[in-house]
């Protein structure tokens, strides 16, 4: 398994769960500082930054790109695959299929988060559903070109009314045959959702492609009440050998949460 540490530049999302929001020459340099092996993106979108400049950052540092979030599609433009409107629909997967483009070309999948939307209103759940299945079917295809897969990541209950346990996820994907994507095993929506995080990994461990490494709380690992130890014995078992990522508060500041993060994964590995 690889270490990964969340790096934002999206202004709106200065409040989210992202641990470094300085500039990003200065977010990769604090991540080689803290002992992570790669860093996972949340940007404004697939033309803040060139592909050759995160080249050039992760050369430098010696860090890989573990992931790109899409989420700002949502957070900066309203956007998700679930609205009732067709433009906004099509924009929404649009954004998706430029950051699958983006990650494509650093080698990194993109993730889909809060861009999947919620049902309600004019939308049944069968036709959001059936929206998304749509689109992760065109997102796998996209993602494939690039030699990655697409991560699909169940939320809880408070951020979609979709898909919110990984057993859910795993059981959409096998029923709609959908090909190329992966999912999100995030610890903070799952210590929401499920009954044992541990067994939810084990059922589902075929289909899991990241992990949001998150205490129950939303802070680093050992900051919350979330025992790790059998999470992660959960996914070494199941040869699991992707990144676990904290995607978490800055608290009590960014330089102890992301020291806090290494520290729990080196005492369970
Ligand atoms: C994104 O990875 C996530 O976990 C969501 O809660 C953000 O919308
Ligand atoms: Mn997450």
């Known amino acids: 398994m690889r270490t990964a540490v969340t790096l934002c530049q999206v202004p709106e999302a200065a409040a989210g769960p992202f641990v470094f929001h300085q500039a990003l020459a200065q977010g990769f340099a604090l991540?080689?500082?803290?002992?992570?092996?790669?860093?996972?993106?949340?940007?404004?979108?697939?033309?803040?930054?060139?592909v050759r400049e995160i080249k050039s950052l992760s050369?430098?540092?010696?860090?890989?790109?573990?992931?790109?979030?899409?989420?700002?599609?949502?957070?900066?433009?309203?956007?998700?695959?679930?609205?009732?409107?067709?433009?906004?629909?099509?924009?929404?997967?649009?954004?998706?299929?430029?950051?699958?483009?983006f990650g494509g070309q650093l080698g990194a999948p993109a993730i889909l988060g809060s861009m999947q939307g919620k049902w309600g209103g004019e939308v049944s759940r069968e036709q959001a559903l059936e929206w998304l299945t749509d689109a992760l079917r065109i997102a796998g295809k996209t993602a494939a070109k690039f030699n990655v897969p697409f991560i699909y990541e169940p939320l809880n209950r408070y951020e979609t009314n979709l898909i919110n346990r990984l057993g859910d996820g795993a059981e959409f994907i096998e029923s709609s045959s959908l090909e190329n994507i992966v999912l999100l095993a995030d610890l903070f929506h799952m210590n929401i959702e499920e009954a044992d995080l541990a067994a939810s990994i084990r059922s589902a461990a075929k289909h899991i492609g990241h992990v949001h490494y998150?205490?129950?709380?939303?802070?680093?690992m050992g900051f919350g009440h979330t025992d790790p130890a059998p999470i992660v014995a959960a996914l070494k078992e199941s040869g699991y050998k992707g990144h676990l990522s904290a995607e978490i508060f800055p608290l009590p500041d960014a330089k102890v949460a992301a020291s806090q993060t290494i520290n729990s994964i080196r005492s369970v590995l």
Request: no cysteine.
């Open 59 to 101: 050369d430098t540092h010696g860090l890989g790109i573990a992931a790109v979030g899409t989420g700002a599609g949502m957070v900066k433009h309203g956007l998700s695959l679930t609205d009732p409107s067709l433009d906004k629909r099509v924009a929404a997967l649009d954004f998706i299929e430029q950051m699958i483009a």
């Open 31 to 50: 991540a080689k500082e803290t002992g992570f092996d790669d860093v996972e993106l949340f940007l404004p979108g697939p033309d803040h930054v060139s």
């Open 214 to 220: 998150a205490d129950s709380n939303r802070r680093a």
